[in-house]
C-alpha cells in the first residue's frame, strides 16, 4: 500500500461510476426528468439546494414528448388517418394510380398531427406507393432548394427553411408548372387561398376530400418526358453546393428559360452558356444570385415515351427514336447508372437527362467506390472494437521493478564484434533487384566516416523460385540466407537479424524505395544513443519522390491507424521498411518475434514498447516502387489475425519470457559468405 499499487484497481473502477452518476443526475435534472425533483408553479424543478428554472431547462424533453408521443392519442388523429387512407385508397384506383404528393405547409394544421413531418410517413402507410415530395430521403438530395421554393409558391404559411433562395409568396402561375416540371401527380391544400387558387387552375383535377384536404390530380407530371429543345451545358459552373444552386434557382423562377435546361455536362456538340454576375450598380451588394447566359434554342425532333416501370432503385422506359435527348424527372445522384443510353448528365434544377442508344433505356442507383471504401472501414471498426474487447495487452500504469520482464537497459554492443554494421535485405522473387541493392547499398555506406569496421550486406532469399539468392552471391552479399519455402516479410527480417553480425543492424526494402543514403541517418541515431532507429514517412521532414497508388495510401494510413487503436499507441507510421537496431536490442526482439507476414513491424514495434527501448524517429525520402510484393489488401485477414495473435501472446506473458537465441533462426541452409 505504500507504493499506492494497491488502491489503483479501486479508484479507477470507483471514479468513473461516481462520475457517469453525477453527469446523469445532473441532465436529469435539467431536463426535468429526476424523480425525486419538485415543480412549481413557476415550472422551475428544484431538487434540495439544485434550481433548474422553466427558462434554462432544457427544451429537449418537451420536444421529444411531443414529437415522439405517437399519433393514436392525439385530438387530429383521426383527420390525419382520413387523409392517409385517402391517399392510399388514390394510389390503388387504376384512374389515378401511384406517384408523388406535395401537400401544403402549414406548422399548426400539420403539426396537430404530432409534427410538421407526419405526412411524410405516407410512402411507409401506402407501401412505398405515394411519395411524399418532403421527406427524410428527399432532403438528402440537392433538389431540396427548389422542392421549398415550390412549396412556397403553393402554401398560404409556408416553411421556407433554407435561407438565401430567392422564395416567391403564393403563386400558382409558377407552382403549377413546378409541380409538372417535377414530375408530381398529386397536390393537397387545406387553406382557403390554396383551394381557391387550385379550383382555378386548369392543371389541377379535384378528385378527393379527407377531412380539410382537397387533394388535386395534376395534369402532365410524368416521370419521364421529352424535350422541345436540346439542354445547353455550363462548363464553367461548379457543381458544389450554392454555386450550383443559385444560378439553378433564378433559372427556376424565369418561365422563359425553363425551355431549355441548364447541363453540368454532356456531349460536345449541345450548345454552351457561361455565369453571369448578377448587376452591381455603383459598388452596391448585389441585389439577385448569379446566373446563366441565356441560352440557344435548338429544336429537338418529337420522341415517344411508353412503359415506364419505376422501382425503389431503378426506372426503365422505352422509346421510339434513339439518339434524341429526354428528361428524367429524378434526383441527380453520382451513384445512377444508365444501361441503353449515355449519360445520366446532371440538368437544373436537378434531374436527369440522358441520350438512349436503344430502345430500352434502365437506370440503376447503386453504390460506389466512397461507399465500399466505407463499408471496409465499417468492417475495420468493428474487428477493432473485437479485439479492444480482448484483455488489453498495453499497460497504463508503470509496473513495478518486480513485474518488469528481463530488459538490458542501454543496450550496448557486445565489444569485439565485427562488421560494424549490417544490412538486411529481405527479398522474394527479386533476381532483377537484389544484384543492384547490394551494390548501391556498398556505395551508400562503404566509406561512411562512423564505420569502424567493415560493412555487411546480408539477403535473405525468402523462398524464390527466380534465382535470387545465386543473384546475391554474385553481387558481393556477405551473408545469403535461403529460405525453403515463402513465409513473409517478417520471417526474412528475423532471419537476417539473428544471423547478422554487425554491432548496428539496419533492415532495409531491396527495391531501394527508400534510398540507401539515408542509412547513415538510421546509423547516426544509433551512435547517439537511441536502441532502436525507427523511419517515418509521416515526419514533417520526409520527402516523397514518386507517390503510391492512391488505394495502397489509403489502405497503409487505416492500418496505421487500426493498429495505433488496439495495439500500438506512440508510432505514427508502423509500416516504414526503414529500421535499425543495436545487436542487443536486434537480439532481445527478434529472438522474441514470431509473426512472419506483413504485421511484423508491429509485433517489433510492440516489443519495443514492452522492452522499454529507446527508439528516434528520423524522416525518409521514399520512392514507391511498381515492384513492391505487398497486397495489403489480399493480406487483410492474415494481418487482422496476426495482430490478434499479437494481443493473445502479450496477454498471455509469451513475450515476458526468456529470448529464443540466435541458433533459433528458421530453418535453412547456413548462411554462406
Given at each position: 500500500?505504500?507504493s499506492?499499487?494497491?488502491?489503483?484497481?479501486?479508484v479507477?473502477?470507483?471514479?468513473?461510476?461516481?462520475?457517469?452518476?453525477a453527469?446523469?443526475g445532473?441532465?436529469?435534472?435539467?431536463?426535468?426528468?429526476w424523480?425525486?425533483?419538485?415543480r412549481?408553479?413557476d415550472?422551475?424543478?428544484?431538487?434540495?439546494?439544485?434550481?433548474?428554472?422553466?427558462?434554462?431547462?432544457?427544451?429537449?424533453?418537451?420536444?421529444?414528448?411531443?414529437n415522439?408521443?405517437?399519433?393514436?392519442?392525439?385530438?387530429?388523429?383521426?383527420?390525419?388517418?382520413?387523409?392517409?387512407?385517402?391517399?392510399?385508397?388514390?394510389?390503388?384506383?387504376?384512374?389515378?394510380?401511384?406517384?408523388?404528393?406535395?401537400?401544403?405547409?402549414?406548422?399548426?394544421?400539420?403539426?396537430?398531427?404530432?409534427?410538421?413531418?407526419?405526412?411524410?410517413?405516407?410512402?411507409?402507410?401506402?407501401?412505398?406507393?405515394?411519395?411524399?415530395?418532403e421527406?427524410?430521403?428527399?432532403?438528402?438530395?440537392?433538389?431540396?432548394?427548389?422542392?421549398?421554393l415550390?412549396?412556397?409558391e403553393?402554401?398560404?404559411?409556408?416553411?421556407?427553411?433554407?435561407?438565401?433562395?430567392?422564395?416567391?409568396?403564393?403563386?400558382?402561375?409558377?407552382?403549377?408548372?413546378?409541380l409538372?416540371?417535377?414530375g408530381?401527380?398529386?397536390?393537397?391544400?387545406?387553406?382557403?387561398?390554396?383551394?381557391a387558387?387550385?379550383?382555378?387552375?386548369?392543371d389541377?383535377?379535384?378528385?378527393?376530400?379527407?377531412?380539410p384536404?382537397?387533394i388535386?390530380?395534376?395534369?402532365?407530371?410524368?416521370?419521364?418526358?421529352?424535350?422541345?429543345?436540346?439542354p445547353?451545358?455550363?462548363?464553367?459552373?461548379?457543381?458544389?453546393?450554392?454555386?450550383?444552386?443559385?444560378?439553378?434557382?433564378?433559372?427556376?423562377?424565369?418561365?422563359?428559360?425553363?425551355?431549355?435546361?441548364?447541363?453540368?455536362?454532356?456531349?460536345?456538340?449541345?450548345?454552351?452558356?457561361?455565369?453571369?454576375?448578377?448587376?452591381?450598380?455603383?459598388?452596391?451588394?448585389?441585389?439577385?444570385?448569379?446566373?446563366?447566359?441565356?441560352?440557344?434554342?435548338?429544336?429537338?425532333?418529337?420522341?415517344?415515351?411508353?412503359?415506364?416501370?419505376?422501382?425503389?432503385?431503378?426506372?426503365s422506359?422505352?422509346?421510339?427514336?434513339?439518339?434524341?435527348?429526354?428528361?428524367?424527372?429524378?434526383?441527380?445522384?453520382?451513384?445512377?447508372?444508365?444501361?441503353?443510353a449515355?449519360?445520366?448528365?446532371?440538368?437544373?434544377?436537378?434531374?436527369m437527362?440522358?441520350?438512349?442508344?436503344?430502345?430500352?433505356?434502365e437506370?440503376?442507383?447503386?453504390?460506389?467506390?466512397?461507399?465500399?471504401?466505407?463499408?471496409?472501414?465499417?468492417?475495420?471498426?468493428?474487428?477493432?472494437l473485437?479485439?479492444?474487447?480482448?484483455?488489453?495487452?498495453?499497460r497504463?500504469?508503470?509496473?513495478?521493478?518486480?513485474?518488469?520482464p528481463?530488459r538490458?537497459?542501454?543496450?550496448?554492443p557486445?565489444?569485439?564484434?565485427?562488421?560494424?554494421?549490417?544490412?538486411?535485405?529481405?527479398?522474394?522473387?527479386?533476381?532483377?533487384l537484389?544484384?543492384?541493392?547490394?551494390t548501391?547499398?556498398s556505395?551508400?555506406?562503404?566509406g561512411h566516416?562512423?564505420?569502424?569496421?567493415?560493412?555487411?550486406?546480408?539477403?535473405?532469399?525468402?523462398?524464390?523460385?527466380?534465382?535470387?539468392?545465386?543473384?546475391?552471391?554474385?553481387?558481393?552479399?556477405?551473408?545469403?540466407?535461403?529460405?525453403?519455402?515463402?513465409?513473409?516479410?517478417?520471417?526474412?527480417?528475423?532471419?537476417?537479424?539473428?544471423?547478422?553480425?554487425?554491432?548496428?543492424?539496419?533492415?532495409?526494402?531491396?527495391d531501394?524505395?527508400?534510398?540507401?543514403?539515408?542509412?547513415?541517418?538510421?546509423?547516426?541515431?544509433?551512435?547517439?544513443?537511441?536502441?532502436?532507429?525507427?523511419?517515418?514517412?509521416?515526419?514533417?521532414?520526409?520527402?516523397?519522390?514518386?507517390?503510391?497508388?492512391?488505394a495502397?495510401?489509403?489502405?497503409?494510413?487505416?492500418?496505421?491507424?487500426?493498429?495505433?487503436?488496439?495495439?500500438?499507441?506512440?508510432?505514427?507510421?508502423?509500416?516504414?521498411?526503414f529500421?535499425?537496431?543495436?545487436?542487443?536490442?536486434?537480439?532481445e526482439?527478434?529472438?522474441?518475434?514470431?509473426?512472419?507476414?506483413?504485421?511484423?513491424?508491429?509485433?517489433?514495434?510492440?516489443?519495443?514498447?514492452?522492452?522499454?527501448?529507446?527508439?528516434?524517429?528520423?524522416?525518409?525520402?521514399?520512392?514507391?516502387?511498381?515492384?513492391?510484393?505487398?497486397?495489403?489488401?489480399?493480406?487483410?485477414?492474415?494481418?487482422?489475425?496476426?495482430?490478434?495473435r499479437?494481443?493473445?501472446?502479450?496477454?498471455?506473458?509469451?513475450?515476458?519470457?526468456?529470448?529464443?537465441?540466435?541458433?533459433?533462426?528458421p530453418?535453412?541452409?547456413?548462411?554462406?559468405?
Amino acid at each position: 500500500m505504500a507504493s499506492g499499487h494497491g488502491v489503483l484497481p479501486w479508484v479507477r473502477t470507483v471514479v468513473p461510476v461516481v462520475a457517469l452518476a453525477a453527469a446523469a443526475g445532473l441532465l436529469s435534472l435539467q431536463f426535468g426528468n429526476w424523480p425525486a425533483a419538485r415543480r412549481h408553479a413557476d415550472g422551475a424543478h428544484r431538487l434540495g439546494p439544485f434550481t433548474v428554472s422553466a427558462e434554462d431547462r432544457n427544451f429537449v424533453h418537451g420536444w421529444a414528448d411531443w414529437n415522439f408521443r405517437g399519433y393514436e392519442g392525439r385530438p387530429a388523429y383521426p383527420e390525419y388517418h382520413e387523409f392517409v387512407t385517402e391517399m392510399s385508397d388514390i394510389g390503388k384506383t387504376p384512374a389515378y394510380g401511384c406517384g408523388r404528393l406535395l401537400w401544403e405547409y402549414d406548422r399548426d394544421i400539420v403539426g396537430a398531427y404530432g409534427t410538421p413531418m407526419a405526412p411524410m410517413l405516407l410512402p411507409h402507410w401506402t407501401d412505398g406507393c405515394i411519395a411524399s415530395m418532403e421527406g427524410l430521403y428527399f432532403e438528402s438530395s440537392p433538389t431540396v432548394p427548389f422542392h421549398f421554393l415550390m412549396q412556397s409558391e403553393l402554401s398560404a404559411s409556408p416553411s421556407r427553411p433554407m435561407r438565401g433562395l430567392p422564395y416567391n409568396a403564393l403563386n400558382f402561375d409558377l407552382g403549377v408548372p413546378h409541380l409538372q416540371m417535377s414530375g408530381v401527380r398529386y397536390y393537397a391544400a387545406f387553406s382557403t387561398a390554396a383551394t381557391a387558387a387550385a379550383q382555378n387552375s386548369p392543371d389541377l383535377q379535384h378528385i378527393a376530400t379527407a377531412g380539410p384536404w382537397s387533394i388535386y390530380l395534376v395534369a402532365d407530371s410524368d416521370l419521364v418526358s421529352p424535350l422541345p429543345f436540346e439542354p445547353a451545358v455550363a462548363d464553367d459552373v461548379s457543381q458544389a453546393g450554392r454555386a450550383w444552386t443559385d444560378p439553378a434557382a433564378i433559372w427556376w423562377n424565369d418561365p422563359a428559360a425553363w425551355a431549355v435546361p441548364i447541363a453540368a455536362d454532356g456531349p460536345e456538340h449541345w450548345s454552351r452558356v457561361s455565369l453571369l454576375a448578377p448587376p452591381n450598380p455603383d459598388g452596391a451588394p448585389p441585389a439577385s444570385l448569379t446566373r446563366f447566359s441565356a441560352a440557344p434554342r435548338r429544336a429537338l425532333p418529337p420522341v415517344q415515351i411508353s412503359n415506364p416501370e419505376v422501382e425503389r432503385d431503378r426506372l426503365s422506359f422505352s422509346v421510339d427514336r434513339p439518339g434524341i435527348p429526354v428528361l428524367v424527372k429524378v434526383s441527380y445522384f453520382p451513384n445512377w447508372s444508365v444501361h441503353g443510353a449515355e449519360g445520366p448528365y446532371r440538368v437544373t434544377p436537378n434531374w436527369m437527362v440522358v441520350i438512349p442508344t436503344d430502345e430500352r433505356v434502365e437506370l440503376s442507383y447503386g453504390a460506389t467506390a466512397v461507399e465500399y471504401l466505407a463499408w471496409l472501414t465499417t468492417l475495420l471498426g468493428a474487428a477493432a472494437l473485437a479485439l479492444v474487447a480482448v484483455r488489453p495487452p498495453v499497460r497504463f500504469f508503470r509496473r513495478s521493478e518486480a513485474e518488469s520482464p528481463p530488459r538490458a537497459g542501454r543496450l550496448q554492443p557486445p565489444t569485439g564484434i565485427e562488421p560494424a554494421v549490417s544490412v538486411v535485405l529481405p527479398a522474394y522473387q527479386a533476381a532483377h533487384l537484389v544484384g543492384a541493392a547490394v551494390t548501391e547499398v556498398s556505395a551508400a555506406l562503404g566509406g561512411h566516416v562512423a564505420l569502424d569496421g567493415p560493412l555487411e550486406i546480408v539477403v535473405v532469399d525468402d523462398g524464390s523460385t527466380d534465382g535470387t539468392a545465386e543473384a546475391a552471391r554474385r553481387a558481393g552479399a556477405d551473408v545469403v540466407v535461403s529460405l525453403e519455402a515463402n513465409r513473409g516479410k517478417g520471417a526474412a527480417v528475423r532471419a537476417g537479424m539473428l544471423a547478422a553480425s554487425g554491432r548496428l543492424r539496419l533492415f532495409t526494402d531491396v527495391d531501394l524505395a527508400y534510398p540507401p543514403g539515408q542509412l547513415a541517418s538510421l546509423i547516426d541515431a544509433l551512435r547517439d544513443g537511441a536502441d532502436v532507429a525507427l523511419g517515418n514517412r509521416r515526419h514533417a521532414e520526409a520527402r516523397t519522390i514518386s507517390p503510391a497508388r492512391p488505394a495502397r495510401v489509403f489502405a497503409s494510413r487505416m492500418f496505421n491507424a487500426f493498429t495505433r487503436l488496439v495495439l500500438l499507441r506512440r508510432y505514427r507510421d508502423t509500416q516504414c521498411g526503414f529500421k535499425g537496431f543495436t545487436a542487443g536490442a536486434a537480439e532481445e526482439i527478434f529472438g522474441r518475434a514470431v509473426i512472419d507476414g506483413f504485421a511484423f513491424d508491429v509485433e517489433v514495434l510492440y516489443l519495443v514498447e514492452h522492452l522499454e527501448l529507446t527508439t528516434a524517429e528520423v524522416p525518409v525520402t521514399v520512392d514507391h516502387s511498381a515492384d513492391t510484393t505487398v497486397r495489403l489488401v489480399a493480406q487483410l485477414p492474415r494481418v487482422v489475425a496476426d495482430i490478434g495473435r499479437i494481443r493473445h501472446r502479450a496477454a498471455a506473458g509469451a513475450y515476458d519470457a526468456p529470448r529464443v537465441p540466435p541458433s533459433g533462426m528458421p530453418a535453412g541452409p547456413a548462411p554462406q559468405a
